[in-house]
């Protein structure tokens, strides 16, 4: 419980005190920073993912790289990141420990064997180690080892053979995580479950270049002058998580808990994730760039945001946008709008003029006197993109005119050429 609220969650059957995850990555490397993590507030973790000892984890280095927009740091992190160097045993004590000390807290093992022999190996230790539940790493972008991470989640008979292989391993859920580098996510989520998967969990990484060296010419991170596609991730790759948790979730016949990954910072992006369907969220970036203290952010935010909306758990969110999210062939068309300003409180930049004049209908006339726009309802399109630009919050609004209103076609330029049209 958390003040009037209960953030406590059921995720495969597993109860969570709070719905807020470290994901698996470098946050989640050693028990030593989970328990802290733990500590500042969150409710479990997808352990870094852990590998057999067979084949040795080196990191390329550098192996991130971040990505800044203007002002704006970190606005994504690219990275060529492996799985867990560390060894296993290390690993594995790491789990005794953390199920000693936190036994209230969700330890999910996360795990990538590199034949199927390994995946079995991997679930029956983690398992025998304590975790709670086990996260199937299927989806890596940039793996080094051959037949490994991505590769497998493109590959739907790999998918449910390795589920099914760590089924026979252990008794304790099985979730199984989804790269976002594929069409459609539904196919191999439905091969998970054939395998025996609990849950799924998405998004890992999107395969990206987000950066090239304008004076060496390599894409970032540069790793001794060779770059890769690899891994990207943050506050851009939100909207291909959301998407992605909405379509399973919209999924009947998958009918599984999910795990929302990508781009989680604050208590409204992880909010956004429970009204498209999931139960859990993760987090990778957003502590990279704050630090684990954004949980009791979140957890404040969500609890303020549930009291003010009268709701008492966390899973009355669960799915609550899908009933909104349609087709496009499925919207109302009959039903038109257009731009309202407020005048009052314009500054008289003029950046609603210029978009309006080269990106949309030319339904602003200038007043360079006073320094004002003149809207012309007809030619308005209701694309809204004046509002993007202007510096004041509010100040342009969407105004929906009486149904059947309809917007005046204009010929701009062709007039004069109308004898010579053949149609
Ligand atoms: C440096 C780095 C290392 C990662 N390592 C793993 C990993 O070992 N296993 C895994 O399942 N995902 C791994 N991920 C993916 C994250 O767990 C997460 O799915 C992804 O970063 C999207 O979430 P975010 O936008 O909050 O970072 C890694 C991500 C980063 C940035």
Redesign the pocket.
């Known amino acids: 419980m958390s003040g009037k609220v209960d953030l406590s969650v059921d995720f495969c059957g597993v109860k969570f005190i709070n719905p807020f995850m470290l ?4 946050v989640s490397n050693s028990a030593e920073m989970v328990a802290r993590a733990f500590e500042a507030g969150w409710g479990g973790v ?1 352990y ?2 852990i590998v057999t000892d067979r084949i040795p984890i080196i990191h390329p280095s550098p ?2 790289h971040g990505y800044h927009y203007g002002d704006k740091r970190l606005v994504g ?1 690219q ?1 060529v ?4 160097d560390r060894g296993l045993k290390a690993n594995l004590l790491d789990i005794m420990y953390l199920k000693k000390h936190y036994p209230k807290h969700v330890v999910m093992a ?1 795990i ?1 064997g590199f034949s199927n022999q390994e995946w079995y190996d991997l679930a029956k230790a983690v398992t025998d180690a304590g975790a709670d539940m086990i ?1 199937l ?1 299927f ?2 972008p940039h793996m080094t080892v051959e037949g490994s991470g991505a590769k497998v989640g493109q590959v739907q008979e790999l998918v449910q053979k390795f589920t099914e292989t760590a089924r026979k391993a252990s008794n304790l859920p099985l979730v199984a ?1 989804m790269t976002p580098n594929i069409t459609d996510m539904n196919e191999p989520a439905m091969y998970a479950k054939m395998g025996g998967a609990d849950g799924i ?1 998405a ?3 999107v395969r990206g270049i987000s950066e090239i060296g304008l004076d060496d010419w390599v894409p970032r991170p540069n790793v001794y002058g060779k770059g890769a596609i690899s ?1 990207y ?3 851009a ?2 909207p291909i ?1 959301l998407r992605f948790i909405a379509e399973m979730a919209l999924n009947e016949e998958l009918g599984l808990p999910l795990s929302g ?5 604050t208590w409204i992006d992880a909010l956004e994730y429970f009204l498209v369907g999931a139960t859990t969220i ?7 760039h704050y630090g684990y203290r954004i949980v009791e952010d979140m957890i404040e935010g969500l609890s303020d945001y549930m009291v003010s909306r009268g709701i008492s758990r966390v899973e009355e969110l669960v799915g609550k946008a899908l009933p909104h999210l349609v087709e496009t062939d499925e919207f109302d068309l009959e039903s038109q709008g257009i731009t309202n300003y407020d005048l009052d409180r314009c500054v008289g930049c003029g950046q609603c003029y210029i978009v309006c004049n080269d990106s949309a209908g030319q339904a602003l006339e200038w007043d360079e006197e006073n320094r004002r726009p003149r809207l012309i309802e007809d030619k308005c399109l209701s694309c809204m993109v004046c509002s993007f630009v202007c510096p004041v919050e509010g100040l342009i609004t969407y105004k929906p005119m009486p149904k059947g209103w309809k917007r005046q076609e204009t010929v701009t330029l062709g007039k004069e050429l109308e004898s010579q049209l053949k149609l």
């Open positions: 994901s698996s990555s470098p997808a870094k993912t192996r991130m992190l990275n990141e492996q799985t867990s996360s990538m996260e790493n989806s890596c995580k969990s998004i890992n990484t891994g991730s943050g506050p790759v939100k998580g990954i990508g781009g989680i910072e993760q987090v990778t970036t957003g502590i990279i």
